[in-house]
């Protein structure tokens, strides 16, 4: 009897850590709002925006809204719109605390997708949230829409892997009102024979392409549907060698200046081809490897890297889309050499401490300036490569 009281203090002990780790960061994250956050928020603006002008019928896309133009599909305007009913300090608070919600959600489903026998709680989530704390806190200080449809995409694969294939197509469907990364995996649908999930996401993409009818009427409906793509090819082309595009176009264009747009884009068409390789060999590898239960899981966390590498405009802060990656990679670190380990610490510790405060206003400027994180990320794919080839994953 002696014996079976034991575990109970230990209970009550987990529990009391637990309570104080969420009062610690409730402080933490209410004091970086109220002090920090909600004097920007800017993206969120646009978005809020947004909702007012699609509510009281009006163009969403317009030339004299500069670099802040609304961006995303008229149904994402339609998302933000009952945000518009409240004052803009509280819609912020609001989304603040949704964006919170889609971050728990995303971290909880990816360590449910992790493999049984590699779940160590503490150790994973801690090194994660370090590795990818400079993308997260950028993201939620310009009130940005990624951690949503990441969240998203996170359902969508947990569904995919539950056998709900109807579901999971829905919610693919979803995130593409927002922005378009989530078509990397229409390939991978038809690769996959996922049908259903395709046949699916189309329809809500068709549905979400029309609702703002309700509000515009056809007629207005399909003429601001023609706005949506012009703007952004207007908008697009300025940017792609701006100084904090960090997707791997803009670092050629950046980092190879003396190249010219032809080589630069028969470069880039070379590397996509190269890991679009790469990903048709980890499907054929998942699927004759029967120790490997849920081999989309591996998978999909290499495709939600290749979202910012591939995007025209690939800001830094999208490379948050790593987070399932580095979960997989710091799970399963038992499996690569010490080499390859003291590699990735180093990788590992370039992105994670590549702030001005540490590393200075020259070094961090060129690091942003010439988009390096690419080289930092092209590594990362690596180890989930090898993860494959030793089907552990």
């Given at each position: ?17 637990r309570l104080a780790f969420i009062l610690a960061a409730t402080v933490v994250l209410a004091g970086a709002y109220f002090f920090h956050i909600r ?160 046949l699916a996401g189309i329809v809500v993409s068709a549905a979400g392409a029309l609702l703002p009818a309700i509000l515009y009427g056809f007629k ?174």
């Open positions: 009897m002696a014996g079976s009281k034991r575990p109970i203090p230990e209970m009550k002990k987990q529990r009391a850590v004097k920007d928020m800017t993206d969120f603006g646009v978005c809020y925006q947004g909702g007012k002008r699609i509510v009281q019928g009006e163009t969403l896309y317009r030339e004299a809204d500069g670099h802040l133009q609304f961006k995303y599909s008229p149904a994402a305007a339609l998302i933000f719109a009952p945000l518009t009913v409240l004052p803009y300090e509280a819609a912020k608070a609001v989304w603040y605390l949704l964006e919170l919600a889609s971050l728990a959600g995303i971290l909880l489903f990816s360590y449910r997708m992790l493999p049984d026998a590699a779940k160590k709680a503490t150790p994973v989530f801690v090194w994660t949230f370090l590795i990818e704390l400079k993308f997260l806190a950028r993201e939620l200080e310009l009130g940005q829409v990624n951690l949503l449809i990441l969240f998203i995409l996170t359902l969508m694969l947990y569904s995919l892997i539950k056998g709900k294939e109807a579901r999971a197509g829905l919610l693919w469907g979803g995130s593409l009102f927002f922005k378009p990364y989530a078509l990397v995996f229409l390939p991978y649908f038809l690769l996959k024979k996922k049908f259903r999930a395709l207005g409906n399909f003429a601001v549907l023609g706005e949506w793509p012009a703007t952004l090819s207007k908008s697009t082309s300025g940017l792609l060698a701006s100084y904090d595009n960090a997707s791997l176009y803009g670092f050629l264009l950046k980092t190879f200046p003396a190249l010219s747009k032809h080589t630069i884009g028969a470069v880039f068409l070379a590397v996509f081809l190269a890991l679009a390789v790469v990903v048709l060999w980890m499907i054929r590898a998942g699927r004759t490897a029967p120790s490997i239960k849920n081999p989309e899981v591996l998978e999909s966390a290499f495709l939600f890297i290749l979202i910012p590498l591939f995007s025209p405009l690939g800001w830094n802060y999208n490379y948050l889309y790593s987070l399932l990656a580095a979960m997989l990679i710091l799970s399963a670190w038992r499996h690569f050499p010490w080499a390859g380990q003291i590699i990735l610490i180093i990788n590992f510790i370039s992105i994670s401490t590549s702030l001005i405060e540490i590393w200075g206003k020259t070094l961090f400027h060129f690091y942003t300036q010439q988009a390096l994180v690419v080289l930092n990320f092209l590594i990362v794919l690596v180890p989930l490569i090898y993860l494959r080839t030793k089907n552990t994953v």
